[in-house]
Structure formats: structure tokens, C-alpha cells
């Protein structure tokens, strides 16, 4: 499963929804805004109260966790994409 802690009012998250978007991706959304309870978990996940943030359980042998839109937009291309990550978001 995809999750992904973000904020609405974020445009580096709006990027990554893009990408989630642009991939077909199905994700489970926690929309975290500061002092949620979402938040809280969110910082003892990846130890910081930031987003993005991605959390991918697909691979039981690689659980992956990570901060970063541009790294995250990186990894789902090249994870789950066909397309060259510089060929994914357009601002139109
Ligand atoms: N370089 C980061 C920037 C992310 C960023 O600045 N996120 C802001 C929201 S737009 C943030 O987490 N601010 C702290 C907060 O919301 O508590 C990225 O590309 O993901």
C-alpha cells in the first residue's frame, strides 16, 4: 500500500498527487495540518513534521519512508512508472 502524509494548501504535495495521479496510483490519503493527531504520527514515523512524505508497504522485504517531493515523484517512476520523471509534471 501507498500512503501519503500532505496538506492541501502544500505544492510540493500537490506535485506528488500529481504524480499518484499521472501513474494511476491508488494511495491512502492522511491530510496532516499542524498540531493533528496525524501530525504526531507523522513525526514519529520519519522524525520530522514535514510533507510530503511517502510510506510504500508493497515490498514486505523493503519498507520504504521518505521526505522530499522531487525524491518521492523520483522513486514512483521509478518504481511503479514507464515515463522519465523529468516528463511528469507540466504545469498546465
Ligand atoms: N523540499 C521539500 C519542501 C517541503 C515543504 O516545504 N513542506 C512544507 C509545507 S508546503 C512543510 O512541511 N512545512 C512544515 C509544516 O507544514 O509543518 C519538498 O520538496 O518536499
Keep these: ?5 500532505q496538506k492541501e494548501s502544500c505544492p510540493f504535495c500537490a506535485k506528488v498527487r ?15 495540518v499542524k498540531n493533528s493527531t ?11 513534521e514535514a510533507v510530503p512524505f511517502l510510506i510504500d508497504t508493497n515490498n ?9 517531493s522531487d525524491d518521492i ?3 514512483l517512476y521509478k518504481t511503479y512508472g514507464k515515463k522519465k520523471s523529468n ?4 504545469l498546465e
Design 60 to 68: 514486505p522485504d523493503n519498507l520504504v519512508m521518505m521526505y522530499e
Design 38 to 48: 496525524k501530525r504526531k504520527i507523522l513525526k514519529n514515523l520519519g522524525g520530522r
Design 18 to 32: 500529481r504524480t499518484m495521479e499521472e501513474l494511476d496510483l491508488d494511495y491512502l490519503c492522511h491530510t496532516s
Design 1 to 5: 500500500m501507498l500512503e501519503l502524509y
Design 73 to 75: 515523484i523520483d522513486y
Design 87 to 90: 516528463d511528469a509534471i507540466s
